[in-house]
């Protein structure tokens, strides 16, 4: 009995069940939406493409074409450098009008003696002399 012989340049060509299984092609977020600056000063729209662990994520994933994806990536760095993100934990909610430094934090207890303390001296004037 004789064996087939194979032929190799006969073989029919297959598409790839990865292309055939692939899914729609992303459009890019920005592009629809009409942006072509990516600021980095807005934080609402960077923390949309930064994890909770502080990476960008990937274009393959967020659907952000090549170009816009770099300059993501270059907003992204700006915004930790100034921290408005933070390279571990992603996004950092800003306090605002708050100075840290005068901010104490009372107890209940410790307000309602505080405020028995108080007694209103009289006002005392202050002369300037020109």
Do not use: W
Request: proline share 6%.
């Amino acid at each position: 009995m004789q064996k087939k012989r194979r032929r190799p340049h006969l073989r029919r060509k297959r598409i790839p069940t990865s292309i055939l299984l692939r899914s729609k092609r992303k459009l890019c977020p920005f592009k629809e939406a009409g942006i072509d600056r990516i600021d980095y000063k807005d934080v609402e729209l960077l923390k949309d493409y930064v994890t909770q662990g502080g990476k960008i994520i990937p274009s393959r994933i967020s659907g952000v074409c090549s170009s816009n994806q770099r300059k993501l990536k270059i907003a992204v760095r700006r915004a930790r450098n100034i921290a408005l993100l933070s390279p571990m934990k992603g996004y950092v909610p800003q306090q605002l009008n708050t100075d840290r430094r005068f901010s104490v934090q009372t107890t209940p207890l410790a307000a309602a003696s505080a405020e028995d303390d108080i007694v209103p001296d009289k006002q005392e004037s202050i002369d300037i002399k020109t």
